[in-house]
């Protein structure tokens, strides 16, 4: 069976130029078929013929009412949402996104080393990463801390690296549930750099792979 994909990657604010780099990885994870679009419309369609629709750094206002209420509907009657870094920087007019996510993009340091600390082996998206990751990105800040709402799979190790702003309990990436559907989000990959990661792209495929319930 196909594991079909909806990535979409329209911005309306900042634009990440790593978005090419992000599309082609995907497509070249051979686990998916991926239909990339930056077209509200494809949004207001039916979404049933995919696994899982995945915010690839998309930003600010990117869907119209109706996609928004199509997007709603899909992942309350069972389909996947992924998001991917500046996910979270997206529908900020929208509260359904911020619950649907988890937690809003607040501020990031500039891009640098650091560790980041897996705290669930369990998920896909982390059980090949080793227990301390360093990886080099943005190291996001949120509005609010998620844990509450969320299974949090990594923290932010602030000490690693300059200018965290969230303290010791610093998520970083997890997953959550939302009506019948499944959500999962990781707050890394700001450069093209990361979709040429070994590392990264285990932890990208198990995370599709398990919002698209196909682990």
Known sequence: MTVRLLVYTRTTEYRHASIPDAVAAVRGLGHFAVDHTEDP???EASLDAYAAVVFLS?????L???GRDRLTRYVESGGGFAGVHAAACTE???????ELLGARFDRHPEY???????????HPATCLLPDVWRFTDEWY????NPR??????AVADESSYEGGGMGSDHPLIWCREQGRGRVFYTALGHAADAYHDPSFLAHLVGGLMWVARAE
């Open 41 to 43: 419309s494809a949004l």
């Open 148 to 153: 509450d709402q969320v299974r949090v799979l």
């Open 64 to 66: 119209t009412p109706a």
């Open 112 to 122: 640098q080393p650091g560790k980041a600390l897996v705290e669930d082996r369990e």
């Open 141 to 144: 800040d949120f509005r609010a």
């Open 58 to 62: 998309t930003s600010g206002e990117v």
């Open 92 to 98: 900020y007019d929208w509260p359904y996104y911020g």
